[in-house]
């Protein structure tokens, strides 16, 4: 079993940045392939990026060049690093951890950018 717990999200400028973080508990973080999603008001949960455990990681279009997924195994934290934020970015942000046929979630942290 894995818990997570998403934290960083805010309120923000449009052209600003945030810094999210995945807290997870539990042993094994590192085999974790850990994603971040979204999801806007009226809109289908998304994804943003995810990275593997060796580090590969792969971003949605709409966010390439502007977000950086990392992750920290030693603290069992990921990272989303959101850089010129668009009001369209606006949505809670979810964190994921996915093994095999495992998957866990966290409850969401709300990034709202204004413009």
């Known amino acids: 079993q894995v818990q997570l717990v998403e934290s960083g999200g805010g309120l923000v400028q449009a052209g600003g940045s945030l810094r999210l973080s995945c807290a997870a508990s539990?042993?094994?973080?590192?085999?974790?392939?850990m994603g971040w999603y979204r999801q806007a008001p009226g809109k289908q949960r998304e994804l943003v990026a995810f990275?593997?455990?060796?580090?590969?990681?792969n971003y949605a279009d709409s966010v390439k060049g502007r977000f950086t997924i990392s992750r920290d195994n030693a603290k069992n934290t990921v990272y989303l690093q959101m850089n010129f934020l668009k009001p369209e970015d606006t949505a809670v942000y979810y964190c994921?951890?996915?093994?095999?046929?495992?998957?866990?979630w966290g409850k969401g942290t709300l990034v709202t950018v204004s413009s």
């Open positions: 990275i593997t455990s060796v580090g590969n990681t």
């Open positions: 539990g042993s094994s973080f590192s085999i974790y392939t």
């Open positions: 994921n951890a996915k093994f095999s046929f495992k998957g866990y």
